[in-house]
C-alpha cells in the first residue's frame, strides 16, 4: 500500500527540540521530492520545508529558517524534520506529503500521511 | 511572498447545489495553482491541480479554471460527502503559500 507514516510528535517546553520521523511505503521514496506541512488547531494549512529527492536542495518558510532542518534517508525510505528553539506558535499537526511534479512543471501534493501532533507549552 | 485569498471563508448549501469557492493571487501565479479538501481530523486530499486538470479518481463533479490571478472551484451540484474544508495553494514560488481555507456547510 503506498503510504506515509508520520511519528516523533508529543509535548515539549518552549526552546525544546523535537525530530519528526515519516516512513514511506509502497512506492519509491528516492524518486519524489517530500514536504513538510502543518496546520495549527483550528487553522489553515501552511508549508514548511521542501527536499529533492537526493537531499541536495531544501527550502523552508521564513518563519523556521535556523531552527528547523528538513533531511531524508532514501535507504530507510524515511523524512526528518529536526525542529529546535521551539515556540509555542509551532505547535500544530503536522504532515508528511509527497510532491508530484505534473508534466514536470507543475508541482502539487499528491500523498499525505495522517499527521503526528506537536505540542510547544510549559 | 505570495498571498493567496480565498472567498468566501465559509458558505451554506444544500445537497444538489452548484457551489463556486475563488481564491485569488497577489501576483499572477501563471497556473500553479492547487485545490485540495479536507475533512476534519482528516489529511487533505488534492482535488485539482495546474488550475484545471482533475486528480485521477476524483469525482468530475469537481472542476477548476482560471489563470494568472484569480482562480474558481466548482462543485457542479454538491453532494453529502462534499461537507469539508477547501483550500488552493499556489506552487508558483518559494514560499509556497496556502489559502486561508472556505468551509462548506450543510444548510
Known amino acids: 500500500e503506498v503510504q506515509l507514516v508520520e511519528s516523533g510528535g508529543g509535548l515539549v517546553q518552549p526552546g525544546g527540540s523535537l525530530r519528526l520521523s515519516c516512513a514511506a511505503s509502497?512506492?519509491?521514496?528516492?524518486?519524489?521530492?517530500m514536504s513538510w506541512v502543518r496546520q495549527a488547531p483550528g487553522k489553515g494549512l501552511e508549508w514548511v520545508a521542501n527536499?529533492?529527492?537526493?537531499?541536495?536542495?531544501?527550502y523552508y518558510v521564513d518563519s523556521v529558517k535556523g531552527r528547523f532542518t528538513i533531511s531524508r534517508d532514501n535507504a530507510k525510505n524515511s523524512l526528518y524534520l529536526q525542529m529546535n528553539s521551539l515556540r509555542a506558535e509551532d505547535t500544530a499537526v503536522y504532515y508528511c506529503?509527497?510532491?508530484?511534479?505534473?508534466?514536470?512543471?507543475?508541482?502539487?501534493?499528491?500523498?499525505w500521511g495522517r499527521g503526528t501532533l506537536v505540542t510547544v507549552s510549559s | 511572498d505570495i498571498q493567496m485569498t480565498q472567498s468566501p471563508s465559509s458558505l451554506s448549501a444544500s445537497v444538489g447545489d452548484r457551489v463556486t469557492i475563488t481564491c485569488r493571487a497577489s501576483?499572477?501565479?501563471?497556473?500553479?495553482l492547487n485545490w485540495y479538501q479536507q475533512k476534519p481530523g482528516k489529511a487533505p486530499k488534492v482535488l485539482i491541480f495546474?488550475?484545471?486538470s482533475l486528480q485521477s479518481g476524483v469525482p468530475s463533479r469537481f472542476s477548476g479554471s482560471g489563470s494568472g490571478t484569480d482562480f474558481t472551484l466548482t462543485i457542479s451540484s454538491l453532494q453529502p460527502e462534499d461537507f469539508a474544508a477547501y483550500y488552493c495553494?499556489?506552487?508558483?514560488?518559494?514560499?509556497?503559500?496556502f489559502g486561508q481555507g472556505t468551509k462548506v456547510e450543510i444548510k
Open positions: 506529503a509527497r510532491i508530484r511534479d505534473a508534466y514536470n512543471i507543475y508541482w502539487y501534493f499528491d500523498l
Open positions: 495553494q499556489q506552487s508558483y514560488s518559494i514560499p509556497w503559500s
Open positions: 501576483q499572477s501565479i501563471s497556473s500553479y
Open positions: 527536499i529533492k529527492q537526493d537531499g541536495s536542495e531544501k
Open positions: 495546474a488550475a484545471s
Open positions: 509502497g512506492f519509491t521514496f528516492s524518486s519524489y521530492w
